[in-house]
């Protein structure tokens, strides 16, 4: 029998109890939409992260507190920084003329200006800042190491900042007050974007010392240092650990490069998108039992038919495949599906909520290939019990 | 159908009249020789449906086999069929033993060789005539085109081009024995093997059923063998054959049943004069055919 003869058959099958083939492919549906839906939103959060980190700016070492691959520090709590204002100025000197050298302090503040008061994200930094991250001031000028030094009360916006505290207003030159005390607006910076629904546009920058005192600590979250090309990077990332060593004792801190973050972030999403999709597979391994049962009672059902088919010269093997590709079509029906509303679901979620997706080939086709593995496992056992029935019994079955 | 590689009408129609056991014969289209079928229902039940039947069927022949339930009928057809393998002795089609050949070599021989009527039709309810009629060919490869062209052949043969287009609901159940035979034809068996054709028809529409597939046997040539409990239907075969308790009755045979209509328009084959006896004698008891042998 050809293999169109034995689609044109299956079609017909499978139209003929519509409601039955539609609910059993309802499970391989709502498993190759959770799995390309799921892949989908995986690789767009990574793909944002890496937006995200490579807006930063190029070339950049971070060093963070605590051990970044070694698990968690002792005290297990969260760790609690060891860098201060005084180390950020050590390490600027050292580099001084390899690398230029900021720090970033950062906690959610309320502020208010003239148009209303908002939650924003109080950003204490260095001067250097802007050149180190790649930050366009677009109006007005950020403020200098030397107002960092003095702990001058100046602050940069960023443009969501700007629009809340002052609507259509003019902000430069005009104070704010961060957490009730009060900033003069001196630069307003580029947008930046949102990650993850956050508006880190949503930032009010301001000098270190000041965001130390506002804050109450001595500490500096982050430092970060800008090395002049790819090829200096690994030197930068010695250098820097070694200065930071001089005062800090080595386990209390890390030095990263972006690769490093972006390779760890990478191990973590795919681990949590693995486990997602995993989980996603057992909806379809479930689907797939519930094709066999169809199968099987189909099979019951068609026993007369199978048996005249028999009669009329249908070889094992014909009745067998028949039932296979019925299996086939069934799930590869329910795969397309389930790709189609996969695929708008993850476009629908892009546009209208905060969670990134994006879908790639490769997630079609593996959610896609499962399907018609799926059909093809779970098809075997109906297809080959309808391919051993004994034509004599088969044509008499009841 | 003289395209189709059967004995022309004529020539069989005139074979049927001359009926001459001494000339050359073709390969007898079945051969049962002292056959038995055992079914195995438990560790100590078994049931013996036939009990050493033995049977030739000549190409062209007209046999009847007439019993009532239980007798071993529905089993004698499975084996005449090919459906199923008997438990011991041989059973040749067309001088090939099943018990030489695959499932999927006795698969082919129903399709090639064996053409169905069922007591239900056994159509696919959401196909249309022409469709049903094609089925066997299915099985071979044909092409849709080809399928369709002879579908179309055959459907005209039973008188019922006009409805080709119709699924088996919109057909009466006349028309829709008609088109099994049809699809029976469609294959261009040597034997036709017809299971209570009139079975689920009433008298009248019964008698056209009988009348076509006698005019089919007359003359295109191919054997026919009717299974059925019913008196009036056997009786209308030359060569009539009653079952009880899975033998044939020898006793209450038909005097034409040791004389079938040989087909002498077949290629003559190397066949032993033995062979062109319908018989329920093993082969080493042959005697003259004229006596009918007692048990």
Known sequence: ?398 | MSHNGLPSPSAAASAAATADTTSAQAEPVVDAQDVTRHYVLGKDTIVEALRGVSLTVPPGAFVSIVGPSGSGKSTLLNLLGALDRPTSGALRFSGRDVADLSDAELASLRNTDIGFVFQQFHLLGRTPARDNVALPLVYRGESRRERRRRADEALDLVGLAHRRDHRPAELSGGEQQRVAIARALVSQPRLLLADEPTGNLDSQTGSDIMGLLQDLNAQAGVALVVITHDPEVAALAPVELPIRDGVLDQERATAGSLVPPPAVTAPPPPAEPDDSVASQRPPSQAEAAEEPPTR
């Open chain 1, 1 to 398: 029998m050809r293999a169109g003869e034995s689609l044109r058959v299956a079609g017909g099958a499978i139209l003929a109890n519509r409601l039955r083939a539609g609910l059993t492919a309802l499970g391989v549906v709502i498993g190759v939409m959770s799995v390309v839906l799921l892949i989908s939103v995986g690789t767009g959060a990574r793909a944002e992260i890496t937006e995200q980190l490579e807006a930063l700016g190029s070339n950049l070492v971070f060093a963070v507190p605590g051990g970044f691959e070694g698990g968690p520090t002792e005290g297990g709590g969260p760790t609690r920084s060891p860098f201060t204002a005084q180390a950020i100025d050590d390490l600027s000197n050292d580099l001084a003329g390899q690398a230029e050298v900021t720090g970033t302090l950062s906690s959610g503040e309320q502020a208010r200006g003239p148009a209303g008061q908002v939650g924003i994200s109080a950003f204490g930094t260095t001067g250097s800042y802007a050149s180190v991250t790649d930050t366009d001031v677009t109006r007005g000028t950020f403020f200098s190491d030397t107002d960092s030094a003095l702990g001058r009360r100046v602050a940069v916006l960023g443009p969501s900042a700007a629009e809340e505290l002052f609507g259509q207003r003019d902000p430069l030159g005009q104070q704010i007050t961060v957490a009730g005390v009060g900033f003069e607006v001196v630069g307003l910076v580029e947008e930046a974007g949102t990650t993850f629904g956050v508006d880190t546009d949503l930032q009010v920058l301001v000098p270190l010392r000041a965001a130390q005192e506002l804050f109450g600590i001595q500490r500096v979250d982050t430092v970060l240092v800008r090395a002049p090309s790819p090829d200096a990077l690994p030197g930068v990332v010695d250098e820097v650990e070694a200065s930071l060593a001089q005062t800090i004792d080595e386990d209390r801190f890390s030095v990263l490069t972006q690769d490093d973050i972006l390779g760890v972030v990478g191990d973590v999403l795919g681990t949590l998108t693995l486990v997602l999709v995993a989980i996603a597979g057992i909806s379809l391994l479930v689907a797939g039992i519930g094709v066999s049962n169809i199968m099987l009672v189909s099979v019951s059902e068609r026993t007369r038919e199978i048996g005249l088919r028999k009669a009329l010269g249908a070889r094992t093997r014909d009745i067998t495949s028949q039932f296979l590709i019925e299996a086939l079509l069934l799930c590869g029906l329910g795969g397309l599906l389930g790709l189609g509303l996969g695929i708008a679901f993850a476009e629908a979620a892009a546009a209208t909520t905060p969670l990134p997706a994006e879908v790639t080939w490769w997630a079609i086709a593996l959610a896609f290939g499962t399907s018609l593995g799926v059909g093809i496992v779970f098809g075997v056992l109906p297809a080959r019990r309808a391919g051993r029935l004994d034509p004599a019994v088969a044509l008499r079955h009841e």
